[in-house]
């Protein structure tokens, strides 16, 4: 079983920058797939970044303001968020693919980013 914790929401105003972690426990770190994905009020849940190998995907309207990373080292992934922007306002999720075929099934408890204009 693998825990998902994020951590480093919070509320700031637009064009500032915030940092995301998440810390996943419960197997072996560096072979998971590791994504962020968030909801607004009253919205589905929507992809916005993974980061799987050495390779990294995000959604078009986060391209070119967040970068995901990861340190194997502290089984940590981060989501940088720069130029953020009042439509970036949603729980922050973190999603890990533990490769077991089931795709990303372990999931965090979500962490509150609140962007004012």
């Known amino acids: 079983q693998v825990q998902v914790v994020e951590s480093g929401g919070g509320l700031v105003q637009a064009g500032s920058s915030l940092r995301l972690s998440c810390a996943a426990s419960g197997g072996t770190f560096s072979n998971f797939d590791m994504a962020w994905f968030r909801q607004a009020p009253g919205k589905a849940r929507e992809f916005v970044a993974e980061?799987?190998?050495?390779?990294?995907r995000y959604a078009p309207p986060v391209k070119d303001r967040f970068t995901i990373s990861r340190d194997n080292a502290k089984n940590t992934v981060y989501l940088q968020m720069n130029n953020l922007k009042p439509e970036d306002t949603a729980v922050y999720y973190c999603?890990?693919?533990?490769?077991?075929?089931?795709?990303?099934?372990?999931w965090g408890q979500g962490t509150q980013v609140t962007v004012s204009s």
């Open positions: 999603a890990v693919d533990s490769n077991t075929g089931r795709g990303y099934d372990s």
């Open positions: 980061i799987f190998g050495d390779k990294t």
